[in-house]
């Protein structure tokens, strides 16, 4: 199975803050990498696909990048509604895997 | 608009088993290959199994830690898609979410359904 491995597991930053989230596979997956925004009780939100492709509807502030084993998310400018919790996905092979998650914290 | 609704959750004891269902409407569900995904109380996303379409046989995929105990199918006459869960243990209480990516670009999930797998 491939691992992928995300950090930080929390983060703590303050609106208008540049944010980065690392996503690491245990082996290469291309670019088949989706990443994921959930709010408390809420279904996740799928910002970015194919590692860098931003969603339709999605804030362009949002932007994902890397590919084979190494994935970064990027938020360029924090707002107050993007204090959720983030995951990455990688559909290259079964079972597909999640990352452990990152909880972004207001500071 | 694409809509998915699970149901069938609730409490049920270890050892027993439950159905879950997702309803779809709003797009060709008989074209599209079908995910559950779950997550456990505070923890983090797991997802659990695919359901190809039939084209491709309605061929299944499952996480090791679900394989053999769980059995995902469909009914494309009725737009639904089912999770049967068996010999459950107290780990697989979770929210449990039907999910379907439609094209490269549109990923849709339902709003979940709780299962509590408790004595």
């Known amino acids: 199975d491939i691992q992928m491995t995300q950090s930080p597991p929390s983060l703590s930053a303050s609106v208008g803050d540049r944010v980065t989230i690392t996503c690491r596979a245990s082996?290469?997956?291309?670019?088949?990498l989706g990443w994921y925004q959930q709010k408390p009780g809420k279904a996740p939100k799928r910002l970015i696909y194919?590692?860098?492709s931003l969603q339709s509807g999605v804030p362009s502030r949002f932007s994902g990048s890397g590919s084979g084993t190494e994935f970064a998310l990027t938020i360029s400018s924090l707002q107050p509604e993007d204090f959720a919790t983030y995951y990455c996905?990688?559909?290259?092979?079964?079972?597909?895997?999640f990352g452990q998650g990152t909880k972004l914290e207001t500071k | 608009e694409v809509q998915l609704v699970e149901s069938g959750g609730g409490l049920v004891q270890p050892g027993g088993s439950l159905r879950l269902s997702c309803a779809a409407s709003?797009?060709?569900?008989?074209?599209?290959?079908m995910d559950w995904v779950r997550q456990a109380p505070g923890k983090g996303l797991e997802w659990v199994g695919r359901?190809?379409?039939?084209?491709?046989?309605?061929?299944?995929e499952y996480a090791a830690s679900v394989k053999g105990r769980f059995s995902i199918s469909r009914d494309d006459s009725k737009n639904s898609l089912y999770l049967q869960m068996s010999s459950l243990k107290t780990e697989d209480t979770a929210v449990y979410y039907c999910?379907?990516?439609?094209?490269?670009?549109?990923?849709?999930w339902g709003q979940g359904t709780l299962v509590t797998v408790s004595s």
């Open positions: 999910c379907v990516k439609i094209g490269l670009t549109n990923d849709y």
């Open positions: 709003g797009f060709t569900f008989s074209d599209h290959y």
């Open positions: 359901t190809r379409n039939r084209a491709a046989g309605y061929s299944t």
């Open positions: 194919a590692a860098s």
């Open positions: 996905l990688q559909h290259n092979s079964y079972p597909y895997t």
């Open positions: 082996q290469g997956i291309r670019n088949d």
